[in-house]
């Protein structure tokens, strides 16, 4: 028998790997410069963590998650997304116990039992930042810069940052009760439990990717009517810091986002480049967060951004990195220079120079068939002559010339040849 991959899951191949390699590299590297720093934890969780943080009603607790018991009789699910676990992790082990602000980074898989569809996979992947520890619109600023900066490295420097605020209780109360009161035509006739879903949590009406819904809404009060007068100003200078530093923003009511938590800031970076598709990620703020995860009140905003979209995304673009092959494949003339052959290879790769070596024994023909395979810069092929002179000879399977070159200079020679 043989066997495939489940449903909704994605093999990334030598082909691929590089790309990923390079995505996830670009983004350690870039969170570094402003201070975040890695943090990894289990790809699963108690259940009750995401129920609480996400919302009992929301689709990703109640269709999307994988949820199991386990052999001791405990309720634990894959995690969904990455906030609540790093923020549980944030709690357990004291990270803010010094105060101050602390900055988290992580790459991580994730789990939804969706429909798989382009760009959309059951286990997914994705990059976040959260900042715990600051209410200043400057924290929120920041995560939106950062994020700009990330898809600007990947080749992305059009995109737009679709900005809203859902502003704090009273403002939300007030605004899901002018929801309700709009929507009141269009959920008399639905049934009675997808009323009660929507009276529990009436923003994710306006998260609906239904176009019923989408068009019951049209003409919907703004979430930025019902904004307390300190929301609004945080708010206002929210924009002039990303004026500052020279972030393409829009301010759009309709973003929402789709968990419990957010508060304040809501945001999702989109590109035109992309047609129907524009959204690349989203992320805001969620003070509550982790009082609600039993901690102190304490500010945080952060952002989570899918790999498999990025991906994509930079692919139809044609910004993909190509994977260049080793730099160097050293070839045995016949079979009594092989020794010598494979010593020379641990020379280059301990001085950090890749160098790759037949081993089949095959003949020289078939060996230089696999330096083109390989799609290595330099053959280095070496005779009983080349033994006999502790010397080699240098193809470059680029311009097709060859050189003569020393053993002892050769790590020297390649090395200044190095892209």
């Known amino acids: 028998m043989r066997f495939q991959k489940p449903r909704g899951t994605h093999d990334v191949l030598p082909g691929e790997s590089y790309a990923w390699r390079w995505l996830e590299s670009t ?75 602390t900055r988290l980074c992580y790459n991580t898989p994730f789990f939804r039992y969706d429909r798989p569809q382009k760009g959309r996979f059951r286990q997914a992947h994705q990059v976040g930042l959260e900042l715990v520890g600051s209410s200043s619109p400057l924290a929120d600023a920041e995560v939106i810069e950062v994020t700009t900066r990330f898809f600007a490295a990947l080749g992305l420097d059009d995109t737009l940052v679709k900005l809203n605020s859902l502003g704090r209780d009273a403002c939300r109360d007030a605004y899901r009760a002018a929801i309700l009161e709009y929507a009141e035509p269009f959920l008399r006739d639905a049934p009675e439990d997808y009323r009660d879903k929507v009276r529990k949590n009436p923003l994710r009406l306006l998260d609906s990717k239904d176009p019923t819904t989408q068009e019951a809404l049209v003409g919907c009060p703004s979430v930025l009517q019902f904004l307390e007068d300190e929301s609004r100003a945080r708010f206002d200078r929210l924009q002039g810091l990303l004026q500052e530093a020279g972030i393409a923003f829009r301010v759009s009511p309709e973003i929402v986002r789709g968990l419990d938590y957010y508060t304040e800031t809501v945001f999702e970076v989109h590109s035109e480049r992309l047609g129907a598709q524009t959204a690349l990620c989203g992320g805001g703020r969620y003070d509550d967060l982790v009082e609600e995860l039993g901690g102190s009140p304490t500010p945080s905003v952060g952002v989570g951004i899918g790999i498999e979209r990025a991906l994509m995304v930079v692919e139809e673009l044609g910004s993909l990195p190509v994977e260049e092959g080793p730099l160097a494949f050293a070839v045995a003339a016949g079979p009594e220079t092989a020794t010598f052959v494979r010593a020379l290879a641990r020379t280059l790769r301990d001085e950090g120079i890749a160098c790759m070596v037949d081993v089949g024994e095959k003949s020289l023909k078939s060996q230089m068939k696999q330096v083109d395979r390989a799609n290595a810069r330099y053959a280095l092929i070496v005779g009983e002559s080349e033994v006999a002179g502790d010397r080699v000879t240098v193809r470059d399977l680029v311009s097709g010339t060859q050189s003569d070159v020393s053993r002892d200079e050769l790590p020297f020679w390649l090395k200044a040849r190095r892209p």
């Open 27 to 101: 983004f350690f590297e870039l969170a570094g410069r402003f201070g975040y720093r890695e943090i990894r934890t289990p790809m699963f969780e108690d259940a009750e963590l995401f129920v609480r943080t996400s919302g009992e009603t929301s689709d990703v607790v109640s269709k999307e998650m994988y949820r199991f018991t386990d052999k001791g009789g405990r309720d634990v699910a894959l995690k969904p997304e990455g906030t609540a676990p790093a923020l549980r992790a944030y709690l357990e082990h004291s990270l803010g116990a010094q105060g101050g602000v």
